[in-house]
């Protein structure tokens, strides 16, 4: 279900006992959710653009059930991932409730840390947004076309507070302003664009500090 502009997975320790998992909720016209892993609920009413704690999970693969929450009949997904060793991801129910399906989102792993600088990456999830851009407030281009289901690279950024502009690919046009982005030394983000363009629920973002096991 999904493509991406990079190698967004990155390993830097010894290998670990388990990876880690965090939920998404991306879907703009579906209910709240319950998921299920392996017939084990692991999200519990989970609302659209909300994500979870990090779960701590075991390398290998899992039956991924999701329900409107308080029900567990009619699975509005039903689909199998295979989570490896040393790593950790974001799990995304992504699309219109009419396309919904799972999208792994991997990230940078990172239990010990990564120093000073800041880290921020976008993951394009507006199912009807067309490619965008992601510029600063002055033009100055951070990631360029990026597609529905994409997601970039992670890119080093001095420490700092940062207004953010998404645009249609090749336009002047802002479609998005996210400002007051605070990006902490020694932090990991990941930016979510989620809703629809031009209709509702709008398009928003939804920033995440990735790493926090």
Do not use: C
Not at 80 to 102: K, R, Y
Not at 166 to 181: E, H, K, M, Y
Not at 203 to 211: K, N, R, T
């Amino acid at each position: 279900m999904y493509t991406h502009q990079g190698n967004s997975y990155y390993s830097m320790q010894a290998p670990y006992q388990v990876s880690f998992v965090r939920l998404l909720h991306a879907s703009p016209d579906a209910p709240a959710v319950d998921i299920y892993a392996n017939n084990n609920i692991i999200a519990e009413g989970l609302s659209y653009k909300q994500i979870t704690n990090y779960l701590p999970i075991m390398p290998g693969n899992y039956q991924i059930q999701v329900y409107p929450a308080g029900t567990q009949a009619n699975a509005v997904i039903d689909t199998n991932i295979t989570i490896p060793q040393d790593s950790a991801f974001t799990v995304a129910a992504a699309g219109e409730l009419s396309d919904i399906g799972l999208m792994p989102i991997p990230e940078m792993f990172t239990p010990m840390g990564i120093g000073n600088a800041s880290y921020v990456r976008f993951v394009h999830l507006s199912p009807n947004a067309p490619a965008v851009d992601i510029t600063l407030s002055d033009g100055t281009e951070l990631f360029g076309n990026l597609s529905y289901t994409q997601f970039t690279d992670y890119i080093a950024v001095n420490p700092g507070t940062y207004t953010l502009q998404v645009r249609p690919t090749g336009s002047n046009q802002v479609a998005l302003t996210i400002p007051d982005v605070y990006l902490m030394p020694g932090a990991i983000y990941s930016i979510f664009a989620v809703g629809l363009a031009g209709d509702m629920p709008p398009l928003e973002a939804v920033i995440a500090a990735d790493g926090e096991y």
